[in-house]
Structures are given as C-alpha cells and as structure tokens.
Antibody, heavy 121, light 112 residues
Framework: EVQLVESGGVVVQPGGSLRLSCAAS????????MHWVRQAPGKGLEWISL????????NYADSVKGRFTVSRDNSKNFLYLQMNNLRTEDTAFYYC??????????????WGQGTTVTVSS | VMTQTPLSLSVTPGQPASISCKST???????????LYWYRQKPGQSPQLLIY???NRFSGVPNRFSGSGSGTDFTLKISRVEAEDVGIYYC???????????FGQGTKVEIK
C-alpha cells in the first residue's frame, strides 16, 4: 500500500524551531517530486514547499521562504521540513504529498494523514 | 489566484451540484496539458484527488463526478449528490514558473 506518514508536530513557542518528518512506503520515493501543504485551523489548503526527486531543486511559498527548508533522504524513504523562526500564523495541520507521476507538478495523488503544529506562548 | 464559487452549497440527495473555479492564470502549459485538479476533503480526513487535468477521473472515483472547462474557467459537477459527498472541495492548479501549486479557497458541500 502506498502510504505517507507525517510526524514531529508539537506545541512550540514563537521563534522556535521544529523538524517534521514524512515516512514513505509502498513506492520508490526517489521517483517523485514531494510537497508540503498546510491547513490552518478552519482554513483552506496552502501549498508551502516542494523538492524534486533528487533534492536538486526546491521552492517555497513566500509565507515560509527563508524560514523553512525542505530536504529528503531517498535511501531512508524520508521527507523532512525544517521549520525555523516559527510564528503564530504557522499554526496548522501539515501534510506531505507526492506528485502523481515523475513529471513535476503532475497533481498530488497521495497525501499523508497530517501532523499538527501549534505555535503559541 | 483561484476563486471558487459558491463557497458553500446545500444539496438534496439525488440532486446535482456544480462548483466553479476561475483562475487569474491559465493552467494550460506549453506541453499542451492543462494542469487543473479537483480534490474533496471529507471531515477529519486528508484531501483526496477526484479529477486530474480538468476532466479525468482519478482511480476509484465514481462516474457521478465530472470536470470540465478551459482557459481560466473550470467546473466540477456531481450528477447526483450522495450523503458521502459531504466535505470541502478544492480546485488546484500547477504553476510552473516558479514551480508551485495554487489552491482555490474551497467550497463546503452539505446535505439537506
């Protein structure tokens, strides 16, 4: 079964740091561009980051650029999101998701169950 | 920017429903494909892909769901709404330069 499982979400103070992990199984991680999408409480979906299959290219939403860093370890089947200088507006449910095909931006066909990040003093 | 209408919809089971998605930037790529997708997010669940590239139903999606449109205007239709169709529906498009996804604000579908 193709599966993504996020972990690492906790309550953190403003200005703090956190690293989210996403474990991939049932498919070959290195074949796909991977993404992080978040959803603030009661709000819609917001794409925040992508990393190409080999980690050679990354991109970020303006809302997180310069504070978040996406990385991957294909040998371990893991995707990561390093989150620094967290703000209260980063409070959200964070999903990892995979592109449908090797082609970048071919739609997100598999999503994890998400992990909750709460930024609060 | 992607704008969905309506933002909420209350539908009697068995009746049709339609959601519009208008984009300020066409999802038509130079490769000839139109990178426009529809998702449903059931309460407490992750989003699920329904439609890819405007009108193609994803694996396992019932044929009561259909997508259409071109240019900057797209529509998701449910021919006969069922109770399990409750949730929030999102359109999403691929933006290739710089690469990212853009979501509509979502349409909440409820059953009367």
């Amino acid at each position: 079964e193709v599966q993504l499982v996020e972990s690492g979400g906790v309550v953190v103070q403003p200005g703090g740091s956190l690293r989210l992990s996403c474990a991939a199984s049932g498919f070959t991680l290195e074949d796909y561009t991977m993404h992080w999408v978040r959803q603030a409480p009661g709000k819609g979906l917001e794409w925040i980051s992508l990393i190409t299959w080999d980690g050679g290219d990354t991109n970020y939403a303006d809302s997180v650029k310069g504070r978040f860093t996406v990385s991957r370890d294909n040998s371990k089947n893991f995707l990561y999101l390093q989150m620094n200088n967290l703000r209260t507006e980063d409070t959200a449910f964070y999903y990892c998701a995979k592109d449908t095909y090797f082609d970048i931006l071919s739609g997100l066909d598999v999503w994890g169950q998400g992990t909750t990040v709460t930024v609060s003093s | 920017v992607m704008t969905q209408t309506p933002l909420s919809l209350s539908v009697t089971p068995g009746q049709p429903a339609s959601i519009s998605c208008k984009s300020t930037q066409s999802p038509l790529h130079s490769d000839g494909r139109t990178y426009l997708y529809w998702y449903r997010q059931k309460p407490g669940q992750s989003p699920q892909l329904l439609i890819y590239e405007v009108s193609n139903r994803f694996s396992g999606v019932p044929n009561r769901f259909s997508g259409s449109g071109s240019g900057t205007d797209f529509t998701l239709k449910i021919s006969r709404v069922e109770a399990e169709d409750v949730g929030i529906y999102y359109c999403m498009q691929s933006v290739h330069f710089p690469p990212r996804y853009s979501f509509g604000q979502g349409t909440k579908v409820e059953i009367k």
